[in-house]
């Protein structure tokens, strides 16, 4: 029973990542289709961060009501947005801003699939397996943006003539209309995925898997006073939010920082899906060793944001060839961001695992809710100023 709850929650998780990341990727077709303009492919990512403004209410209400209501809620939420951009409107105006609620709404889900990971394997995983569950709940999100970073270029054709499957004598209309297969597609599942957990998604199991699960938490209000007077538990928060953040934004424009450098749809789109891919993998893997091994959580992330920042140097450097005479080629190009986003999104649950122990007993909602809060305000800052800041 607990690996079907966890199994229905990362399949929500997905969906919505998957749903958040729809036009990044696909930025160069969607402005030909719908007329998008630069500002409007950062603002359909920039929602993500927007929808995490309610953050606390969402965290009140897995606090008191628990995960059934709280996921109901987050997935028909997610509903609304993926049906408002299916409309079919003629009029490209009213179809742009029926697309950008769209997008708000499935923002609107982000502090549920982002915050609840932890909350749910303390809730229904018993202490040597609860590791791996916070990886998996926390990292299918991520894997669900990697997807529209496969499915929206080798789908939907590229207006230069890129995509692999279609040649340049692809018309607006059929781009559109291989947009708009995209976005029912992605309807139908999140309404799928609605009706399972409308059938059987239960608040907690019949008995607490752990002492931990047992317990008596901290109120709400005593929570965040004990959260922002932990000094300790401020720096882990700013050491997860500031990186992970800005990779997150950056990464959902990946398309759009990378034309520049002549780099395709195609060939962007397969960077950040391996990248993110090796993130899960590497994530899940080192979770289930530090079920193992307790006590090594620092180490882990030591070593994790130094690769991270060793990867991150060798991509700036590289973009930098004018100066530093390193070659820019598709290989650096794909090395160099695979490896940063490998490092950073693994980092994901260990973080998550340090902060539940550094401040237990606060509930575990609350704690992620506030760091991930901190990190979409770091990934505002980034995507507010690429509104301005096209070239």
């Known amino acids: ?30 402005r030909l289709a719908f ?9 359909l990512v920039f ?7 309610p953050c606390f209410f969402f965290m009140w209400l ?33 179809r742009k801003k029926l697309i950008h609620g769209g997008q708000l709404l499935n923002g609107l889900a982000g502090p549920t699939v982002m915050n609840a990971a932890p909350f749910l394997s303390t809730t229904w995983f018993s202490p040597d397996e609860r590791a791996t569950a916070t990886a998996i709940a926390s990292l299918l999100s991520y894997l669900g943006a990697a997807g529209a970073f496969l499915v929206g270029p080798l789908v939907v054709p590229s207006p230069n003539g890129s995509s692999h499957q279609l040649g340049s004598g692809s018309n ?24 399972a957990a409308l059938a059987y998604f239960p608040s907690r199991p019949p008995f607490p898997p752990s002492v931990a699960a047992a317990s008596q938490r901290l ?38 920082i990378l034309t520049p450098v002549h780099v395709s749809q195609v060939d962007a789109g397969w960077i950040g899906f391996w990248s993110i891919v090796g993130g899960c993998v590497v994530g899940i893997a080192m979770a289930r060793f530090a079920d193992f091994i307790r006590g090594m959580l620092k180490f882990i992330l030591l070593l994790l ?35 940063l986003g490998i490092f950073l999104n693994s980092s994901v649950p260990i973080f998550f695992e340090l902060f539940v122990e550094t401040v237990y007993p606060v ?20 995507l507010f100023f690429l509104t301005f800041y096209h070239t």
């Open 172 to 195: 607006t209309e059929h781009i559109k209309d291989r947009i708009e297969a995209v976005l029912y597609a992605e309807f139908g599942m999140v309404s799928l995925i609605f009706s």
């Open 62 to 94: 897995m606090d008191k009501k628990g995960l059934r209501v709280t996921v109901l809620l987050t997935s028909s939420l997610m509903v609304l947005g993926a049906g408002l951009r299916c409309v079919p409107v003629s009029d490209l105006e009213i």
């Open 35 to 43: 007329g998008f303009s630069s500002w409007d492919i950062a603002l």
């Open 219 to 256: 109120s709400y209000r005593r929570s965040f006073c004990r959260l922002l007077s932990n000094f300790r538990f401020l720096m882990i928060a700013l050491a997860y939010a500031i990186p992970l953040g800005v990779f997150s934004g950056w990464s959902g424009v990946l398309d759009l």
């Open 363 to 382: 509930p575990e909602g609350i704690t992620c809710g506030v760091v991930t809060f901190l990190s979409n305000v770091f990934m505002g800052v980034l």
């Open 1 to 30: 029973r607990r690996w079907l709850v966890l199994l229905l929650f990362s399949v929500l998780g997905f969906a919505q990542g998957l749903v958040w990341n729809s036009w990044g990727p696909i930025q160069n077709s969607a």
């Open 305 to 339: 944001l130094s690769g991270a920042t060793l990867a991150s140097t060798w991509f700036t450097l590289t973009c930098l060839n004018s100066v530093t005479h390193l070659p820019l080629t598709t290989a650096t190009l794909y090395t160099s961001c695979i490896l």
């Open 47 to 53: 929602w993500g961060p927007i929808g995490f403004a």
